[in-house]
């Protein structure tokens, strides 16, 4: 092609764009409402009608393909939901009241005009009057439960209107959130949330009451949280967030990620459970050195693993530590469970190692204990790493044969001294002073 040719070709481009930019997608024939800065406040803002409105620019190729797919809904939709179509190009205004960042940007308007709705479906007209529905019908049962959200104000969202006690949900706004979620020792689950959302709506009373039982179950080191993104846009720009609800789970020295699971409390409270066991440091493994100890350990967890451990004269402190430290390896990999993790001397605690058959020999042994079944299980494999796993896995799966601790109760503990880290030491013997002793009385004596 020669220069001549390119030439006119290039300004035939440029002649469309400046056509395109001169007219509008949409015209008074068609069903779709051409909306300005004059008649926006009226027509949608004071309107008890649900709107759809399309944001464009009249060169975006996206917008032109829309276009029929837009007018076809909005004819399909006539008297039922409103559709209309701003030329955010030409009323640029209005494009930035609404965060219009690009094209085409859809909204919908709800019960509460103030806070609209990003639409994110797909571009077709199926798609978009599905959308509608969905909307008309949320619209619909808020009416019917009292709530209108027609507070043009916008002031109060749903959160702040009663309805659910949402004590245990912490509020986060654009101010607080770095304060109280990055770099936090907590696990926070934060729901990014717009009160005309009415997937939100149902999510709020499960939110709410997951919050209150994650709190109790994880001593609050798991945090339930809700943004309202529509109020809180820097946090919902900076998350990515682009459709409501959206729920992201934040923990120290990671990225943020997307929860992907149900939105039912049972489905929600079995995550946060999850996730504040990964999170949670190994347990701890103790030395049983009086009742209190022992009890508590094993009345407060599912399981309580104990192990009787040869007499320090036995192993040493090397000896013992290796054991120990087969344990802790244990008790890390199995914390999900959430067992509780116990150790005793040969000898120390004698009643218990009767209670679950132990008793005198075949140092180090295992138990695993349920105290509030009074029943027990026996490590029957090797004291190592794969011989306490093949256990602990069997019991995890609640396999395995198990008996009845001896006595039908929690057996007696005798308080002892704990272990002082250091190798044994024999008993020293008394010297024996034999210097007043008369040898020969002795052979006069025997027998």
């Excluded at 909306?35 to 409105?53: M, R, Y």
């Excluded at 002031?155 to 706004?173: N, P």
């Excluded at 493994?285 to 007499?311: F, M, R």
């Amino acid at each position: 092609m020669g220069m001549f040719g390119a030439s006119r070709l290039l300004l035939g481009a440029v002649s469309c764009t400046f056509f395109l930019a001169a007219n509008s997608l949409y015209s008074s024939s068609d069903d779709v409402i051409e909306l300005t800065p004059t008649n926006f406040n009226k027509e949608v803002i004071q309107s008890n009608s649900l709107w759809l409105v399309e944001f464009y620019a009249p060169w975006c190729g996206h917008c032109q393909r829309l276009t029929p797919e837009w007018k076809k809904a909005a004819t399909a939709l006539k008297g039922v939901v409103k559709v209309g179509a701003v030329d955010a190009d030409k009323h640029q205004s209005l494009g930035g009241q609404y965060g219009v960042r690009g094209f085409p940007t859809i909204k919908i308007f709800g019960s509460n005009k103030n806070k609209a709705e990003d639409y994110q479906g797909g571009r077709t007209s199926d798609a978009i009057v599905d959308a509608a529905l969905s909307a008309l019908r949320s619209l619909v049962k808020d009416r019917l439960s009292g709530r209108s959200g027609g507070d043009s104000s916008g002031k109060q969202s749903s959160r702040e209107s009663g309805g659910g006690d949402k004590k245990d949900v912490i509020e986060l706004t654009d101010d607080n959130f770095d304060k109280n979620v990055v770099n936090s020792d907590e696990v926070w689950l934060v729901e990014f949330y717009a009160p005309w959302c009415g997937h939100c709506k149902n999510l709020e009373p499960e939110w709410a009451a997951a919050a209150t039982e994650v709190k109790e179950q994880t001593k609050g080191k798991v945090k339930l949280a809700a943004v309202d993104a529509t109020v809180n846009q820097m946090l919902a720009s900076r998350y990515g967030v682009r459709g409501f609800p959206t729920i992201k789970i934040f923990q120290k020295g990671e990225d943020p990620v997307d929860y992907d699971g149900g939105r039912t409390r049972s489905d929600i409270v079995a995550r946060a459970l999850d996730l504040f066991s990964e999170s949670a440091p190994p347990p701890e493994l103790l030395e049983i050195i009086d009742e209190n100890v022992a009890k508590s350990t094993c009345d407060a967890h599912q399981l309580c693993v104990i192990a009787v451990l040869p007499h320090i004269l036995d192993t040493g402190a090397a000896g013992r530590n290796s054991y120990l430290e087969v344990m802790l390896k244990m008790a890390d990999k199995y914390k999900k469970k959430m067992w509780g993790w116990l150790w005793t001397e040969a000898g120390a605690q004698s009643e218990l190692e009767n209670s679950l058959g132990i008793g005198g020999f075949g140092y180090p042994a295992m138990a695993a204990v349920n105290a509030r079944k009074m029943k027990f299980a026996l490590l029957k494999g090797s004291f190592s790493e794969q011989g306490i796993n093949e256990f602990l896995r069997e019991l995890s799966f609640g396999r395995g044969s198990t008996a009845p601790v001896g006595g039908g109760g929690f057996p007696k503990i005798n308080t002892v001294e704990p272990w002082d880290g250091k190798d044994g030491e024999l008993p020293v013997e008394d010297d024996i002073d034999l210097s007043d002793v008369d040898l020969e009385d002795w052979d006069k004596e025997e027998l």
